[in-house]
C-alpha cells in the first residue's frame, strides 16, 4: 500500500509553536464539546485527551493545533490554542486563529441561542438545559464535511464511519511533527488532488458505492480546474452558489449540501431537515410518537430560527449520548453473560 504523503518537521528544534488563549463569548462548556467530538461518526482526524483534543488543519503548509482547557464546566475562561508548524509567521498564525474561533463558534454568545431555544421549544429546551454551555463544532473545512457527508449518505454511523477511517488511512496525507509528540503523525483527509490522481476505483475499494464515488471524483475534479470553490471563507453569497453548484453533481443533493453548510461553512441557521436521525429523535416529542417527514421537520424548525443548525447539534449531541449509553449497557449484558 502507498504511504500517504507527509508534511515533514522532524527535528523538535525547527517546530515552531505558538500558544495564546482564545476568550468565548459567553459561556463555554468544553466538556460538553469533547464529549460531541468522542461520539460523534464524524470525528476521524482528531486526537482526544482528557482535556482537549488536537488535530492537523490543511492551512499553509499543514499545521497542528491544539485546543485545551483544565475547566471542562461551562464557564467564560478562555480556551488554550496551541499551534506547531514548520514555519508559523504572524500571518499565518492570524489565519489559523481566525478558522479556530470560526470552528469552535466563540463569537457567538451561547447563552442568547440557549433561551431562544428553550422558549420557543419546550422539547428541545429540555436538552438544551441539559447541556447549557454546548457550542456547535465544525469539521477542519467544507471539502472534509462534503466528503463525511457523501460516505454517510443512507448507511448506517458505524459502516460509515470504518469507510471514513479507510479513506484517511489509504489517502489521507499526514502532519508530521517530531520532538514533543508521542506519536507524531497527525491525519488529515485526502484532498482533491489525491481523489483525481487515484480515480474512482480506489473510492471504490473503500466502501463507497459507484454513485458515491462518482459524486466525490466529480466535486474533486471541480474543485482542481478551479470551477467550485469550498474555501472555508467564501461570503454568504458565495458559499449558496457553491452549495448550489454542488448540488447539480449527481449523488449530492439538498441533505448533503445542508450538512457541508452547516458542519463546513458554519451556516447555523441551517436546518438539515432530511437528517434521518433528526426526524427519528425528534418525532419522539410528536402526537403522536413517529419519524417526522422532511416537511414536518422543516415546519417544527421554523420555531428554532435563526439557529436550526444550533438546535440540530443540541439534537445530535443528546442522541450520540443515547447511543453511547445503549453501547455501553450492552457491553455491560455481554460481559455479565460470559461471567
Same mark, same amino acid.
Given at each position: 500500500?502507498?504511504? /500517504?504523503?507527509? +508534511?515533514?518537521?522532524?527535528e523538535?528544534?525547527?517546530?515552531?509553536?505558538? *500558544?495564546?488563549?482564545?476568550?468565548?463569548?459567553?459561556t463555554?462548556?468544553?466538556?460538553?464539546?469533547? @464529549?460531541?467530538?468522542? *461520539?460523534?461518526?464524524?470525528?476521524?482526524?482528531?486526537?482526544?485527551?482528557?482535556?482537549?483534543?488536537? #488535530?492537523?488543519? &490543511?492551512? %499553509?503548509?499543514?499545521?497542528?493545533?491544539?485546543?485545551a482547557?483544565?475547566?471542562?464546566?461551562?464557564?467564560?475562561?478562555?480556551?488554550?490554542?496551541?499551534?506547531?508548524?514548520? *514555519?508559523?509567521? /504572524?500571518?499565518?498564525?492570524?489565519?489559523?486563529?481566525?478558522?479556530?474561533?470560526?470552528?469552535?463558534v466563540l463569537?457567538?454568545?451561547? !447563552?442568547?441561542?440557549e433561551?431562544?431555544?428553550?422558549?420557543?421549544?419546550?422539547?428541545?429546551?429540555?436538552?438544551? =438545559?441539559?447541556?447549557?454551555? +454546548?457550542?456547535?463544532?465544525?469539521?477542519?473545512?467544507?471539502?472534509?464535511?462534503?466528503?463525511? !457527508?457523501?460516505?454517510?449518505?443512507?448507511?448506517?454511523?458505524e =459502516?460509515? #464511519?470504518?469507510?471514513? =477511517?479507510?479513506?484517511?488511512? #489509504?489517502?489521507?496525507?499526514?502532519?508530521?511533527?517530531?520532538? $514533543?509528540?508521542?506519536?507524531?503523525? +497527525?491525519?488529515?483527509?485526502? &484532498?482533491?488532488?489525491?481523489?483525481?490522481?487515484?480515480?474512482?476505483?480506489?473510492l #471504490?475499494?473503500?466502501?463507497?458505492?459507484?454513485?458515491?464515488?462518482?459524486?466525490?471524483?466529480?466535486?474533486?475534479?471541480?474543485?482542481?480546474?478551479?470551477?467550485?470553490?469550498?474555501?472555508?471563507?467564501?461570503?454568504?453569497?458565495?458559499?449558496? @452558489?457553491?452549495?448550489?453548484?454542488?448540488? *447539480?453533481?449527481?449523488?449530492?443533493?439538498?441533505?448533503?449540501?445542508?450538512?457541508? @453548510?452547516?458542519?463546513?461553512?458554519g451556516?447555523?441557521?441551517?436546518?438539515? &431537515?432530511?437528517?434521518?436521525?433528526?426526524?427519528?429523535? !425528534?418525532?419522539?416529542?410528536?402526537?403522536?410518537?413517529?419519524?417526522?417527514?422532511? !416537511?414536518?421537520?422543516?415546519?417544527?424548525g421554523?420555531?428554532?430560527?435563526?439557529?436550526?443548525?444550533?438546535?440540530?447539534?443540541?439534537?445530535?449531541l =443528546?442522541?450520540?449520548? $443515547?447511543?453511547?449509553?445503549?453501547?455501553?449497557? @450492552?457491553?455491560? &449484558?455481554? %460481559?455479565?453473560?460470559?461471567?
Amino acid at each position: 500500500m502507498q504511504k /500517504p504523503p507527509c +508534511f515533514v518537521c522532524k527535528e523538535a528544534e525547527r517546530v515552531n509553536r505558538h *500558544t495564546l488563549s482564545l476568550a468565548p463569548c459567553g459561556t463555554y462548556g468544553f466538556g460538553l464539546v469533547l @464529549a460531541y467530538l468522542r *461520539t460523534s461518526p464524524s470525528a476521524i482526524v482528531e486526537r482526544l485527551h482528557e482535556h482537549g483534543f488536537q #488535530r492537523a488543519l &490543511d492551512i %499553509g503548509p499543514g499545521v497542528v493545533v491544539e485546543v485545551a482547557r483544565e475547566n471542562l464546566y461551562p464557564s467564560e475562561e478562555p480556551l488554550t490554542l496551541t499551534i506547531w508548524g514548520e *514555519t508559523l509567521t /504572524p500571518s499565518l498564525v492570524e489565519v489559523v486563529v481566525a478558522h479556530m474561533r470560526r470552528m469552535l463558534v466563540l463569537d457567538v454568545d451561547g !447563552a442568547v441561542v440557549e433561551t431562544h431555544l428553550m422558549i420557543r421549544d419546550p422539547a428541545l429546551g429540555s436538552y438544551v =438545559q441539559r447541556h447549557r454551555g +454546548f457550542r456547535p463544532i465544525l469539521l477542519g473545512s467544507p471539502w472534509e464535511a462534503l466528503l463525511w !457527508a457523501v460516505v454517510g449518505q443512507l448507511i448506517g454511523v458505524e =459502516q460509515a #464511519r470504518g469507510i471514513k =477511517q479507510r479513506l484517511v488511512d #489509504r489517502g489521507g496525507r499526514a502532519v508530521m511533527m517530531g520532538g $514533543e509528540f508521542h506519536v507524531p503523525s +497527525f491525519p488529515l483527509p485526502p &484532498d482533491p488532488s489525491w481523489v483525481i490522481t487515484h480515480g474512482i476505483d480506489v473510492l #471504490r475499494a473503500a466502501g463507497l458505492s459507484q454513485t458515491k464515488s462518482r459524486a466525490i471524483y466529480a466535486a474533486a475534479d471541480a474543485i482542481q480546474h478551479g470551477t467550485l470553490d469550498l474555501s472555508p471563507t467564501l461570503s454568504p453569497a458565495d458559499a449558496a @452558489a457553491a452549495l448550489a453548484q454542488l448540488e *447539480t453533481i449527481p449523488g449530492i443533493g439538498p441533505w448533503t449540501t445542508a450538512i457541508v @453548510a452547516l458542519r463546513g461553512f458554519g451556516h447555523l441557521e441551517v436546518l438539515p &431537515d432530511g437528517d434521518a436521525g433528526l426526524q427519528s429523535f !425528534a418525532g419522539r416529542h410528536a402526537i403522536p410518537a413517529r419519524r417526522l417527514t422532511h !416537511a414536518e421537520l422543516r415546519a417544527w424548525g421554523e420555531r428554532w430560527a435563526p439557529y436550526g443548525g444550533w438546535a440540530t447539534y443540541f439534537w445530535w449531541l =443528546q442522541l450520540q449520548a $443515547e447511543a453511547l449509553a445503549r453501547r455501553a449497557m @450492552a457491553a455491560l &449484558d455481554e %460481559g455479565r453473560s460470559h461471567a
